[in-house]
């Protein structure tokens, strides 16, 4: 299970929409040509994961395939989970890149706090990685990804030349479209927006309610030319600088003033 | 199901460890005395769940007890689940105030990112709600939450009074001990710190390998006296302004230099 350690960069990938889904096909049309890839998916689909981990079962993982430079894993974990494995129990050592996705459906805005595609990536991140998470803004199982493999690689050359700082990683999405209708990459910020929850009521054939979880998106700030939801809506990827320090540090001093 | 508005102000519970769990009755007694209370917890633990949100499957939501100003229901999902059924189907209108926890067991430095309590929080907090996540650094089922309780009122009151900005959550980590053993409260930043996973690999009845997670924690700047990890290692209560924007605001412009 392990992985010789030598000169050649290792690069590690995952996902959230399982090993079999064809935007993992693309991650790894993304990965190849920049070093040798692990590529540790879920067995099953892990949208809306965000960052869980498995701790009530036990993890499995099982060698799906091996091809030249390449070597595929499925787990039966969540994309955090994934990349905790690979890194203690497939790899020798850390891996020189840590890629996520690519997701099928958008993870701009609010949408990056459920996501198990960028949980991967962040999961890199935290273990000291150079980290991206990309995601495309098409579900279907047919999506065409010709445009997030290329300007992934773009986004990917840039990481492996110049390094990220520790504890930040990329959220990159990609508007749907052929890749000549894109107009380029627009470096944003996370936009305010937030999910209006709507559930579907129904009731059960012995007659008790039940609730799926449906919702919209509404962006509260839908002018800002600085944000991702505004670059995938004109028609630009959009890369997001992601910190794994949540703390608001324009709060602490009054706060610590009230309560200390 | 629904919650009759009125000028009382309301507060939603929830946490990750079930609603059946102690910690979950020190948060009532929090609660309690600040408005009406209404309680959506997950059926099961949720720990580790960290923002999962339930699409495979339907949520179901069942009354467990109403007691004067306190309603308690049951989910079937995870925290974040919880706050938006609690939202969408029982309450009438916005919450004034979402709390989760009492958690059994810290929630300090990256903790927070694997976090169904924070989760719960959070999820107040991307809905316009003040909130705040309350955690003990004791596992055990028959903790003293009793400088839980006196904390978490405090920092409650604050809450009430004050307010929080739009975005903005706060993450309350106690430490084990006494009342009089607690020095008071800091008001600190998250710490850099990780969790170095270490599986159990176990070989089944049947010849194949498993794994559990388990793993401990390293704090990468003990010695920083402004962390929440400092502060809970000299006895104090940490607490902790938690922003729901991840944006890395300072990478942004070297980013767009190279990429656009």
């Known amino acids: 299970m392990s992985v010789e350690g030598n000169n050649e960069r290792i690069i590690l990938l995952t996902n959230d929409d399982g090993y079999y889904s064809t935007g993992f096909e693309a991650l790894i049309n993304i990965a190849r040509g920049f070093g040798r890839v692990i590529a540790v998916a879920p067995e099953t689909g892990n949208s809306g994961m965000s960052h869980a981990i498995t701790i009530k079962v036990p993890l499995r993982i099982r060698k799906l395939e091996e091809r030249e430079g390449i070597t595929i894993y499925a787990c039966n974990g969540t994309p955090a989970d994934c990349i905790k ?30 996501s198990g595609t960028m949980a991967g990536a962040i999961e890199g991140c935290l273990n000291g990685c150079p980290s991206v998470g990309v995601s495309l803004l098409d579900y279907s199982r047919n999506a065409d990804f010709s445009a997030s493999v290329e300007y992934g690689k773009t986004v990917v050359k840039h990481v492996v030349d110049k390094g990220l700082p520790l504890g930040t990683c990329l959220n990159v999405n990609i508007p749907i479209g052929k890749i000549e209708e894109i107009k380029g990459i627009k470096v944003c910020r996370q936009t305010k927006g937030r999910w209006v929850e709507e559930f579907d009521k129904r009731t059960d054939p012995r007659g008790s309610d039940y609730y799926w979880l449906t919702g919209y998106y509404v962006n509260d700030e839908p002018t800002s030319e600085d944000t991702d939801e505004w670059a995938l809506n004109n028609g630009y990827v959009s890369v997001v ?10 709060l602490i001093d009054s706060l610590a003033s009230d309560l200390e």
Chains 1, 2 share one sequence.
């Open 85 to 114: 494995i690979a890194m203690n129990q497939i790899l020798d050592r850390k891996p020189d890149l840590v890629l996520s996705g690519v997701n099928h459906g958008s993870n701009s805005s609010i949408s990056l706090m459920y």
């Open 241 to 250: 600088p992601i910190t794994i320090d949540l703390t608001n540090y324009q």
